[in-house]
């Protein structure tokens, strides 16, 4: 198994930037890509960005291209999710994920969740 804890969200104004975090333990050496969902009140998980562990090939929802930037530090077994020009509508619940395989038989991690509040 892989266990995945999540760090640095918060509350911040609008416009404004965090940096979040995500620790991957255990059974690392399987993990094929990492990424960040999002879950808003009353909304389904969503998808945000996604990298692949080797190549640090990088994905990301239209929603947030060009404002968040997911990278990889494989020496910490950490992904980060830097987020810009932060929007109200940004304010979710962030969940890390980690994946061990491309396609539909990947086995998928998730992480307990770090609270993002925007205010306007």
């Known amino acids: 198994q892989v266990q995945l804890v999540e760090s640095g969200g918060g509350l911040v104004q609008a416009g404004g930037s965090l940096r979040l975090s995500c620790a991957a333990s255990?059974?690392?050496?399987?993990?094929?890509?990492m990424g960040w969902f999002r879950q808003a009140p009353g909304k389904e998980r969503e998808f945000v960005a996604r990298?692949?562990?080797?190549?640090?090939?990088?994905y990301y929802a239209d929603s947030v291209k060009g404002r968040f930037t997911i990278s990889r530090d494989n020496a910490k077994n950490t992904v980060y999710l830097q987020m810009n020009s932060l929007k109200p509508e940004d304010t979710a619940v962030y969940y890390c994920?980690?994946?061990?395989?491309?396609?539909?038989?990947?086995?998928?991690?998730w992480g307990q969740g770090t609270q993002v509040t925007v205010s306007s």
């Open positions: 994920s980690s994946d061990s395989a491309p396609g539909p038989a990947s086995t998928r991690y």
């Open positions: 990298i692949t562990w080797s190549l640090g090939i990088t």
């Open positions: 255990g059974r690392t050496l399987g993990i094929y890509a």
